[in-house]
T-cell receptor, first 113, second 115 residues
């Protein structure tokens, strides 16, 4: 069964900490994405990557960075966590062509205290 | 600009009845794809159904069908014979042709199926 795996289901971090959220896919997908999900706002794109070492900003990149050193792994980094980054973070991957949707991970619920 | 609108924050439906979840979209791309996802309380997003903008027929997948009205820019999800396990958040999403890699999501509809 194809999968997108997020390393943590729940995380609690302190304000100012550097936080790493990891995502791994086993489908050889070119594209990988990080979204955050907040009630009433739906999913908002933070960053995405369409190839190794390539990245593009999404709609809300401020306060985040990403790393893609290998095709299967896409990391989201919160350089200095703040309470307004408390959210559900969803990783997804997809092929570059064809009528295919995203395959999502199960999400990481991050709480910054 | 691309935009997806879901105007129903929450809905109730009786078990075994059909329910329609609304989705309208706005795009200037000549071709695009429309998707529906289900998110149970566990958090994982599950792909349900896809409709291409040039598809002649409405998409169907088991109990899910997509009522696609291109001129009205609507892509409503119809769930027939609702089950208790259908209780979840439902998101409509669109992918355009100019930026094929990027999806746009609506704010979601919370569906509650009553026994």
């Amino acid at each position: 069964d194809v999968k997108v795996t997020q390393s943590s289901r729940y995380l609690v971090k302190r304000t100012g900490e550097k936080v790493f959220l990891e995502c791994v896919q086993d489908m050889d997908h070119e594209n990988m994405f990080w979204y955050r999900q907040d009630p009433g706002l739906g999913l908002r794109l933070i960053y995405f990557s369409y190839d190794v070492k390539m990245k593009e900003k999404g709609d809300i990149p401020e306060g985040y960075s990403v790393s893609r050193e290998k095709k299967e792994r896409f990391s989201l980094i919160l350089e200095s966590a703040s309470t307004n980054q408390t959210s559900m973070y969803l990783c997804a991957s997809s092929l570059s062509r064809g009528p295919y949707g995203y395959t999502f991970g199960s999400g990481t619920r991050l709480t910054v205290v | 600009a691309q935009k997806i609108t879901q105007t129903q924050p929450g809905m109730f439906v009786q078990e075994k009845e059909a329910v329609t979840l609304d989705c309208t979209y706005d795009t200037s791309d000549p071709s695009y794809g429309l998707f529906w996802y289900k998110q149970p309380s566990s958090g994982e997003m599950i792909f349900l159904i896809y409709q291409g903008s040039y598809d002649q027929q409405n998409a169907t997948e088991g109990r899910y069908s997509l009522n696609f009205q291109k001129a009205r820019k609507s892509a409503n999800l119809v769930i027939s014979a609702s089950q208790l396990g259908d209780s979840a958040m439902y998101f409509c999403a669109m992918r355009g042709s100019y930026n094929f890699n990027k999806f746009y999501f609506g704010s979601g509809t919370k569906l509650n199926v009553k026994p």
